[in-house]
């Protein structure tokens, strides 16, 4: 069983950055994939950014890349989305996501869900 707990999230001005966190309970953190996903309202959930459980590797959605950093600190049982440049568009509820395999863009694929940070993005 692993719980997460999201963090971080707020309102910020375009183009500004915000990161989130997201705290996992368990020993066994370090073996679980790891995601971000997003959702806003009358919206399906949209991936976002993950990254395995080593840190080798990290996915993100294009319209993502080159503003979102994911990251994890496995002592500290956390995972971490940068999130720079932001836009309104980025406006929604975050969610972090664990699963006992290899990383996914698929949320059906995650095992354990927290319960979502919201961010809000001003023009």
């Known amino acids: 069983q692993v719980q997460l707990v999201e963090s971080g999230g707020g309102l910020v001005q375009a183009g500004g950055s915000l990161r989130l966190s997201c705290v996992a309970s368990?020993?066994?953190?370090?073996?679980?994939?790891m995601g971000w996903f997003r959702q806003s309202p009358g919206k399906e959930r949209q991936f976002v950014a993950s990254?395995?459980?080593?840190?080798?590797?990290?996915y993100y959605a294009d319209s993502m890349k080159g503003r979102f950093t994911i990251s994890r600190d496995n002592a500290k049982n956390t995972v971490y989305l940068q999130m720079n440049s932001l836009k309104p568009e980025d406006t929604a509820v975050y969610y972090c996501?664990?699963?006992?395999?290899?990383?996914?863009?698929?949320?059906?694929?995650?095992?354990?869900w927290g319960q979502g940070t919201q961010v809000i993005v001003s023009s």
């Open positions: 368990g020993r066994t953190f370090s073996r679980y994939a």
């Open positions: 990254i395995s459980w080593n840190t080798l590797n990290t």
């Open positions: 996501a664990a699963r006992y395999s290899g990383t996914s863009y698929r949320s059906d694929e995650y095992d354990y």
